[in-house]
């Protein structure tokens, strides 16, 4: 039985996680990770033929903290306010302190004409570890389901 | 084509490209019947994707689907993805493997070569219905594409004029296919990208090593691809195929900083990477050569950009919109490491990729930009006029002429004084 503080705990990392990527807080986002943390988004295409290309990898915070740099300082991309609308968070296990969970997302993108569109759905199976009681992410792994990647993937899902 | 619409080229060396072969519904339509169904050779995939008899998979050519194949004999075919009875799409599936291919609408199967095999209930049911006396199966195949194989790499043709594969390709690309596939490969997987251009504006943005360095900061700002290194761009005889290259490490701070003033936001050496670890070259081949960026008319990109590799197939949807589908591989020799270092290192290209997530912008913003203005040209001068020739440095985009130059034979569209008369 997982008690409803862990399950507390776990949600609302869940939904800062989606709020600040929304909120265009990515430097502070980077917070919600451990230091030896992955971050991944897959396509289901090759996780179903157990390829293992991903569309985005960050083995470590530091690739992470790169990415960030880079979207702030080197990327030109369409311009867009993200927003993530996230699914009930099952808890599928714990091991040696960490927690398994699996959560439906889907996020859309609304450009500077304030036209909205479906940008991606798909899945999140995540390891969440806790340190000094606050949860964290030590895996961040994004299947996602629109394979057919529209325009490009700047910022993170 | 349209009154509305002309397509004019000006300029005899191509230096002025109409805007509407981006837009037009007509040329589109004619592009899929002269380019892909035309004297040109498309690339469908790679051998590695089918190893063993039964694989298949579904790609397309320009915007027709095909179906590729390997059959018993281990031979590779390839056919219009389409029932021969009422024309549903025959193979659903994007990969997989099968005895044969079973249309789900009426239950033609066809084998791995083609063939019809059977119909169900051909004699009808109590002497009534079926197919009638003359029907002969053996009158009846899915229609092919011609193949050729070069280095475990497909081509197809629907046109019995094209010249031989290896003619085609001319000596310049045979030697980088032969440098990329110098081994055996393991394809690691892919990637899918919707961009909403003209697909002739991608293989423009391929053509033009000039951008590489300015548009993608992220090449420019970390060292992997700037304009004042060692680099260029080969074309073969017919200026149709382009190998743009460069050689990381050989450019000098001043060179640098004098070719990039002015544009403070594309070269920013004081920033640096937390884990520079994805930009480290691995030596593989037997020259210091670190990108390799080839295309080949009219639909596919090989890359190599240090120790990431892969190609780049572009499938046309409309006159306005095209899919890039990237397939990644390395070596079949490849240590667990190295497959960690290409996979690190797909971070760089691909729809995420840090240095190219720009092209499908850049693309789709000249197309948005250029739909009322159909009647005016874009120029097309860096690197020099005249002559379509190879290139000796990265500040150029002549392999763009080179492809028009072509392109325009195969359309029909005269060109020069004669095409400015409008």
């Known amino acids: 039985m997982i008690s409803a503080k862990v399950r507390y705990s776990i949600e609302n990392l869940i939904a800062d996680y989606a709020h600040y990527i929304d909120d265009d807080r990515l430097e502070e986002w980077l917070d919600f990770f451990s230091e030896d943390c992955v971050y991944k988004i897959l396509s289901r295409e090759n996780v179903e033929q157990a390829l293992p290309l991903e569309l985005l990898s960050c083995r470590n915070k530091n690739m992470l903290r790169d990415r960030i740099l880079s979207l702030r300082e080197a990327n030109i991309y369409n311009i867009h306010f993200d927003k993530h609308i996230l699914g009930a968070v099952r808890i599928l296990g714990v091991k040696r302190g960490d927690y398994s969970i699996q959560a439906n997302y889907s996020l859309y993108q609304t450009n500077l004409d304030g036209e909205s569109m479906l940008f991606s759905v798909g899945t999140y199976r995540d390891l969440i570890t806790f340190s000094n009681n606050t949860p964290l992410f030590k895996e961040k792994i994004v299947v996602v389901d629109t394979f057919g990647i529209s325009r490009l993937l700047s910022t993170p899902i | ?422």
């Open chain 2, 1 to 422: 084509m349209s009154d509305q619409n002309p397509v004019s080229w000006p300029e005899a060396d191509l230096s002025r490209i109409p805007f509407a072969v981006y837009c037009d519904n007509e040329v589109y339509e004619k592009e899929q019947q002269v380019i892909f169904r035309g004297p040109t050779w498309n690339y469908l995939a790679l051998e590695a994707e089918l190893p063993n008899p039964g694989d298949f998979l579904t790609v397309k050519v320009g915007d027709t689907p095909v179906l590729v194949d390997r059959d018993e004999d281990g031979n590779i075919h390839a056919f219009i993805n389409r029932c021969m009875h009422r024309g549903m799409l025959l193979c659903r599936e994007n990969k997989g493997n099968s005895v044969n291919h079973t249309c789900p609408y009426h239950q033609w199967s066809y084998d791995l070569k083609g063939n019809l095999l059977g119909v169900p209930f051909p004699k009808g049911h109590n002497g009534h219905g079926g197919l009638p006396k003359d029907f002969d199966r053996k009158d009846i195949r899915l229609q092919a594409l011609k193949i050729e194989c070069y280095q475990g790499v497909i081509f197809g043709t629907f046109s019995n004029k094209a010249e031989p594969l290896v003619a085609y390709l001319g000596p310049e690309v045979i030697s980088e296919i032969d440098r990329l596939f110098h081994k055996p490969i393991k394809v690691l997987g892919y990637q899918r990208q919707q961009i909403f251009g003209n697909w002739k504006l991608y293989n423009d943005n391929v053509r033009d090593p000039n951008h590489g360095g300015l548009l993608h900061m992220f090449h420019a700002t970390f060292g992997l691809y700037r304009l004042s290194q060692k680099g260029g761009a080969k074309l073969d005889a017919r200026g149709r195929h382009n190998i743009t290259w460069n050689a990381l490490g050989t450019d000098n701070k001043e060179a640098t900083s004098q070719g990039y003033e002015g544009t403070k936001k594309v070269y920013k050496p004081k920033f640096k990477l937390n884990d520079p670890s994805m930009l480290k070259n691995i030596n593989e081949y037997a020259d210091d050569v670190t990108l390799v960026i080839l295309s080949v008319f009219p639909n596919v990109i090989f890359q190599q950009i240090a120790n990431s590799l892969c190609t780049r197939q572009i499938r046309c949807i409309s006159a306005n919109k095209m899919e890039l589908f990237w397939t990644y591989f390395g070596y079949e020799d490849d240590t667990s490491d190295m497959t960690q270092h290409r996979l690190d290192q797909a971070n760089l290209v691909g729809p995420g990729g840090l240095i190219s997530m720009e092209d499908g912008e850049a693309v789709e913003l000249v197309q948005a930009a250029i739909q009322r203005d159909q009647d005016k040209h874009a120029r097309v001068e860096i690197g020099g006029k005249g002559e379509i020739k190879t290139q000796e440095s990265l500040v150029t985009e002549v392999p763009i002429r080179g492809f028009y130059s072509y392109y325009c034979e195969l359309m029909g569209f005269p060109t020069g004084e004669y095409a400015s008369i409008t």
